[in-house]
């Protein structure tokens, strides 16, 4: 592991490096998911050719969607961008039917209480819907947040710098060391972000511990409070 130690700096460089390739993606895919979940799940007539459509997006080769997208849009096949405009495609292919499904999940009981007391349109979907679809939209989020860096690696293979720098290079030299680096980097930063999503899951979604100790029957019956607790 001597190798290790004599370039911890490259491998933090290319992990921060890395991390920054990863995350916005992350962030672009739930931003462009959350309409089309909505879509989806609002109307019935479109829901199976979104979910299919976007779905059908995670099977194109990696390999070749970086080479198609430049040739499609007439950017640069080694810029940044195209890695993060592919890898934002993926993240939607995985979020749209969690939003979709997410958004099934409420009760519909509880739509009718929150349009009751005053929600109703937009208002409903951001102060209800949304948060109570949260649950399911986050276990994608965090699928998704591994799927995107864990293929972010490919993006070395057309010239973009990243972890998977620390797999070509070290096969190329046959350094095992330097390969094992590169996976154990890329692990470590799959698990802080995954970390960090279930962290900001239980502040954004704090009624979840509360209800966590509750039968299934008493699901309607907590997401109800949900609804008293943002109107208080």
Known sequence: MTWVADNLGLILELTLIHLRQSVIPILLGLVLSVPLGWLAWRFRLVRGPIIVLTGLLYTIPSLALLVLLPAVLGYSAISEINLVIALTIYAVAILVRSVADGLDSVDADVRQSATAMGYAGGRRFWAVDLPLAGPVILA?????????????????????????????????????????????????????????????????????????????????????????????
Not at 172 to 184: C, M, S, Y
Not at 196 to 212: D, E, F, N, Y
């Open 140 to 232: 994608g989020l965090r699928v998704a947040a591994v799927s995107t860096i864990s293929l972010a690696t490919v993006g070395i293979l057309i010239g973009v710098t990243n972890l998977g720098y620390l797999f070509t290079n070290g096969l190329q030299r046959r350094l095992i060391a330097e390969v094992f680096a590169g996976v154990v980097a890329v692990v470590i930063v799959a698990l802080v972000i995954d970390l960090l999503l279930v962290v900001a899951g239980r502040i954004l979604m704090p009624w979840l511990r509360a209800a966590a100790p509750q039968t299934e029957g008493n699901t309607a019956s907590a997401e109800r409070s949900t609804i008293a607790e943002h109107t208080a």
